[in-house]
């Protein structure tokens, strides 16, 4: 709002808008609710808007993997495919509000937030539980500058795979708890006469 503000005093000083009406930008549906298995948002709706250019995370990122494991879902089974189709749509959700306020942002803003949610959005959408196979398709069709190549790339690899692993993680704890518990109750009986 603050752009048009400044416009329409741009243009009553100069009187260069005759006949020009101003609007607030309108944010397409397809920002407020992306569909599932598109990958149009990340151009109509942030690209456009942020201006973040090829390497940018909207279209260096986001879109191109949108495209690549777009492509892969027909090579994974059937939880491998419905996984592709939650996390496109989730990443894609984790954006929306970036798209659809009123105030900009940078795109280092947008790079952030983004990265941010990409473990949640791996686990929430099953990558856990997914077979080998599909785990390999997925490696196979990351970059690896892109899954280490930045703190940001690293750090949510690392916390989508600890994610994966805290269930083993904590019933070895509860498992390891438990033969500890039982030694002492040994060594214990052992001291009595």
């Known amino acids: 709002m603050k752009t048009i ?10 009187q260069a808008c005759a006949g020009v009406t101003l609007v607030p930008r309108q944010i397409a549906n397809i920002c407020r ?4 298995n598109s990958c149009d948002f990340y151009q109509t709706c942030i690209e456009d ?3 973040c250019g090829p390497k940018g995370y909207p279209l260096g990122f986001g879109e191109r993997y949108c495209k690549k494991f ?16 939650k996390t496109m749509l989730c990443l894609q959700k984790a954006l929306v509000p ?11 803003d947008i790079r952030q937030v983004a ?3 990409h473990p949640g959005c791996y686990v929430q959408s099953g990558y856990c539980t997914l077979s080998l196979s599909d785990k390999n398709i997925i490696s196979k069709n990351v970059d690896r ?3 280490i190549g930045s703190a940001e790339a690293r750090k949510a690899t690392f916390d989508t795979l600890a994610a994966c692993s805290k269930p083993y993680l904590d019933s070895s704890w509860q498992y ?15 001291k009595r006469p």
């Open 33 to 36: 609710s992306p569909p599932a």
């Open 49 to 51: 808007r942020y201006q």
């Open 176 to 190: 390891s708890e438990i033969i500890r518990q039982r030694i002492w109750k040994f060594i214990g009986d052992l």
């Open 5 to 14: 503000a400044s416009l329409s005093l741009v243009c009553l000083a100069t």
């Open 70 to 85: 777009g492509a892969a879902g027909p090579q994974m089974s059937a939880a491998g495919q419905e996984w592709v189709t």
């Open 145 to 147: 500058s892109d899954s």
């Open 115 to 117: 990265y941010a949610s």
């Open 98 to 108: 970036i798209a659809s306020q009123a105030s900009p942002t940078t795109c280092e």
